[in-house]
């Protein structure tokens, strides 16, 4: 009987490996292990000698178990070492660049339009999406029931019609000036909402609004800076710009502003002296607008324009459909999306890599 039990017990001593002493364990405690034979002799024996044998083999049987289960967390402990040891990560390793991911043409173009005006000395301003009635309209200068407002196509979020999504950035204009006295220079750039759907309109869309109002600002400075900021963007110094007549209650005068384009073998490009684009709508600030915001209108005046983000983008980067810029397509964005290290900067370019995919 011992030399069984320090013959087993060798062995297990010496396996290095759980599956060997496995086999062990099958061999000596397994239904026809040599100690479960050993057990089964009992039954010849006298019961004196059962008793002596029998209580040999259950100190035996446990002394085994007890060999076996140790070596067992011992070799376990040394396979996650060894595991633990050759699945290290080399955390100073320098990475590679994320390649997957794109930015999206609206966040680019709009880090390219906070840019050029951030040169130009404009303060970034920001407002809700979701407005009330008297910064939306009624501040500026919608009176109530006015055919004006109808043009919005206004999402109203409740019965009483004081809590909209915005329309249009201008609400972000009378939040400005009941704020902060001039002289102001902000663009604010969000979004708004508008109940429309085609190929150049979706409900929700993007607009960088512009005011600047001081003493003596007048129509000649919006033109100079809509006229810099157009050569800036479009990356090309052959811009020119058409102020056309028109109607928004807030400003007075109002324009709408065409920007000179050619669109030639169906390519469409910003240059002077061909044909027309409609960009943007600007004016002076309506005077009522003015003393709706607490300033006197004697004493200040000043320019505002709102442009579409979305819009812009289109028209830079030759982008077809404006549904296609929130249907979330990974295909679309490998695309027309731009690669996230290149940050647009003024002396580097705006659009520097524009174009090159990898
Ligand atoms: N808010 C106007 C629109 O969305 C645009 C605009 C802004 C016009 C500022 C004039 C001055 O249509």
Redesign the pocket.
Known sequence: MDNLINDILNKIEQTSDLIALDEIRVSALGKKGTLTEQMKTLGTMSPEERKIAGQALNVAKEKIAKALDEKKQLLEKLELDKRLATETIDVSMPVRPVIEGRIHPVSQVMEEILTIFAQMGFDLAEGPDIEDDWHCFEALNFPKNHPARQMQATFFMDETGDTVLR????PV?IRTMENKKPPIRIVAPGR?YRCDYDMTHTPMFH?I?GLVIDKSTNMGHLKGCLLEFMKKFFETDDVSLRFRPSF?P??EP?AECDVGCSRENGEFKIESGKGWMEL????MVHPNVIKNCGLDPEEYQGF???VGIDRLAMLKYGIPDLRSFFEGDMRWMKHYGFLPLDVPTVTSGLSFNAGVKK
């Open positions: 329309t249009h950035t201008s204009q708004t607009q609004e928004f807030f400003t109002s943007l709508g600007c004016g505002a324009f709102g």
